[in-house]
């Protein structure tokens, strides 16, 4: 069965530092990847996504993702965490062609950011 | 561009009342819409999958008859909480698919999230 894990519930980091969050996948095809970030009592916003190519994908906010395929996995990073990077973060996989195109969402990373 | 927006982003209503909630695709038509469920501190939860001009998808264990789903538009589609009670008290989040054309330098086939709506029903 198809499955995103997020084995991280919750990640602390002191702002200013580097951040990396972990997201593995379990497909059995080619997938397109997916992070969105969510703050308290919001939406999911896009942060950024993977479909084909180079395997470094730059997002918005400063934030980038690479897809290592061997790993199945698609970790995000941020060299430098700001304050406002307090959130939750939801990695999401799904087929990039054939069968269902609804994704498959981790259960979530919340990052907290000391000062 | 790929702004979605729900309406009303909270509600309050007794038990036993109907709630509709409004999603909207503002900058690009979406054929499919989709409609979560988010308990606190946990992912979301797909409910249904909103296909316009044609029947609602619902997910295994999803009441069709309680939540009432109608995607009229290529901009819109409202989910109706029916008969409302406290258990359906929950964060209503409502995404659309972008997807352009496929094979072109504009595909994207990404979903884009409304800001959710908060229902509390009392």
């Known amino acids: 069965a198809q499955s995103v894990t997020q084995p991280d519930i919750h990640i602390t980091v002191s702002e200013g530092a580097s951040l990396e969050l972990r997201c593995n996948y379990s497909?059995?095809?080619?997938?397109?990847l997916f992070w969105y970030v969510q703050s308290p009592g919001q939406g999911l916003q896009l942060l950024l996504k993977?479909?084909?190519?180079?395997?470094l994908v730059q997002g918005i906010k400063g934030f980038e993702a690479e897809f290592k395929r061997s790993q199945s996995s698609f970790n995000l990073r941020k060299p430098s965490v700001h304050w406002s990077d307090a959130a939750e973060y939801f990695c999401?996989?799904?087929?990039?062609?054939?069968?269902?195109?609804?994704?498959?969402f981790g259960r979530g990373t919340s990052l907290i950011v000391h000062p | 561009g790929a702004v979605v927006s729900q309406h009303p982003s909270w509600v309050i209503c007794k038990s036993g009342t109907s709630v509709k909630i409004e999603c909207r695709s503002l900058?690009?038509?979406?054929?499919?819409m989709f409609w979560y469920r988010q308990f606190p501190k946990q992912s979301l939860m797909l409910m249904a999958t909103?296909?316009?001009?044609?029947?609602?998808?619902?997910e295994q264990g999803v009441e069709k008859d309680k939540f009432l789903i109608n995607h009229a538009s290529l901009t819109l589609s409202t989910l109706t909480v029916t008969s409302a009670h406290p258990e359906d008290s929950s964060f209503y989040i409502c995404?659309?698919?972008?997807?352009?054309?496929?094979?072109?330098?504009?595909?994207?086939?990404?979903?884009?999230f409304g800001p959710g709506t908060r229902l509390t029903v009392l």
């Open positions: 995404s659309a698919r972008e997807q352009g054309l496929a094979g072109g330098p504009l595909y994207t086939d990404t979903q884009y």
């Open positions: 497909y059995g095809a080619t997938p397109y």
């Open positions: 993977y479909f084909s190519g180079d395997t």
């Open positions: 999401a996989v799904r087929l990039a062609s054939g069968g269902s195109y609804i994704p498959t």
């Open positions: 900058d690009f038509q979406a054929t499919t």
């Open positions: 909103s296909n316009e001009g044609s029947k609602a998808t619902y």
